[in-house]
């Protein structure tokens, strides 16, 4: 495996042309979003008519058939721009999101589910979660009873992002009795329309990134056709696994851009702000701390590029992808905070932005996955001690 991780012309080429998109929404725009929340249709729209959401999506469908490297860089652009996770989850979902109907769909689903989201047309929500099940997925209630042609799901989801502004579901249902010996079994993966009359939204009041909603959902009684089935009835769970190391990888390269972001606005400042007649960027105790974390954000992006590497090459990739997802959410966390402190009282000030960006840096900590199941992850796969969960 090559070390070089320079980019490529045509991988410079992704980061400026996305850049040059973002730099359309100022921070104007993603405060007012913050302040009034409301999905960013326009954001969306414009890397939609861009052909940016089919980044790694199949060419027969419309996409662009590039790698999960590429996507990180393009996520990793738009948080670094400033839209932080605002921006970011606006379009997460369409970059991702549909990994297991690429690889486990059949011809007829990918010709009718891909297309529609590659142009923006569609916008998907992801419904595995529930209130009572956490991370251990196996345990979700949420039921899928099959009647004829159909099958008749009820149940709750939580922490649903875009569910108000979303036309499509993919949701993870059991169709069969929960096994002890093979709890993950018995859980079946469909990708359907969003019946609002069937499924009732309630949005979750959160700390920050506003503008992207997150709910909970109440399935009352919704028929999916078995047509939207996902592979095969029971083999859900083993499905979503092959979406979880590129949804880790693009979550750790948007909290190396939040981190970046941060960074930037912290060194301008420490560069503009005179106090006792010198900038306060030419003091050691300003200084450090943001050197500090360039070098963490750097060790960041390149654990994300040597696990987007090896997942593009179809090399196991796990703990790589699961230890980029846990360094780069701490080292973006760490930025944000040292913006805040580099600005003192400003820091505490909308206006400066750096507030909004340790609100939201909170995201890539807690989701998809705890940093503590991670380090029991890595220590188990990698270091061979015991399982502890």
């Not at 297991?100 to 529609?116: D, I, T």
């Amino acid at each position: 495996m090559s070390l070089d991780f320079t980019l490529t012309q045509e991988q410079q080429a992704i980061v400026d042309q996305v850049a040059k998109i973002a730099q359309r929404f100022d921070d104007a725009y993603w405060l007012t979003r913050d302040r009034e929340g409301g999905f960013p249709h326009e954001f969306h729209k414009a890397f939609a008519e861009a052909g940016w959401l089919g980044i790694a999506m199949p060419k027969e469908y419309g996409g662009a058939g590039l790698g999960i490297t590429e996507a990180a860089l393009m996520m990793r652009t738009i948080a670094e721009s400033g839209a932080g996770f605002s921006g970011a989850s606006a379009i997460h979902m369409n970059i991702f999101g549909l990994n297991p109907v690429v690889v486990f769909g059949s011809a007829e689903q990918k010709r009718r589910f891909l297309p529609p989201l590659i142009k923006g047309d569609d916008k998907a929500c992801f419904a595995v979660t529930e209130p009572n099940a956490g991370l251990d997925t196996s345990r979700i209630k949420t039921k899928a009873v099959r009647d004829g042609d159909r099958y008749v799901v009820n149940g709750q989801k939580i922490w649903i992002s875009t569910a108000q502004v979303t036309n499509r579901l993919l949701l993870l249902a059991r169709t069969g009795p929960r096994d002890e010996a093979r709890p993950a079994d018995g859980l079946t993966l469909f990708y359907t329309d969003f019946d609002r009359a069937r499924i009732e939204v309630r949005e979750i009041d959160k700390m920050g990134r506003k503008a992207v909603d997150s709910n909970q959902l109440f399935i009352d009684e919704l028929r999916v056709p078995v047509a939207d089935r996902i592979g095969e009835e029971g083999k859900g769970f083993s499905y979503i696994l092959h979406g979880f190391n590129p949804e880790r990888i693009l979550i750790a390269s948007e909290a190396v851009g939040l981190g970046r972001a941060a960074l930037r606005r912290a060194a301008r400042y420490a560069g503009e702000r005179v106090v006792f007649d010198r900038p306060i960027g030419q003091n050691q105790g300003i200084q450090h701390p943001l050197a500090q974390r360039w070098i963490e954000l750097e060790a960041a992006d390149l654990l994300v590029l040597r696990a987007a590497t090896l997942y593009d090459r179809k090399q196991p990739c796990g703990a790589e992808a699961n230890a980029a997802k846990y360094f780069a959410a701490e080292a973006g966390f760490k930025a944000c905070e040292t913006a805040i402190l580099t600005h003192g009282g400003m820091g505490y000030a909308k206006e400066f932005h750096v507030e909004r960006f340790l609100r939201e840096a909170w995201v890539p900590r807690l989701a998809p996955v705890s940093p503590q199941l991670i380090l029991s992850f890595i220590a188990e796969k990698v270091l061979g001690l015991p399982k502890s969960y």
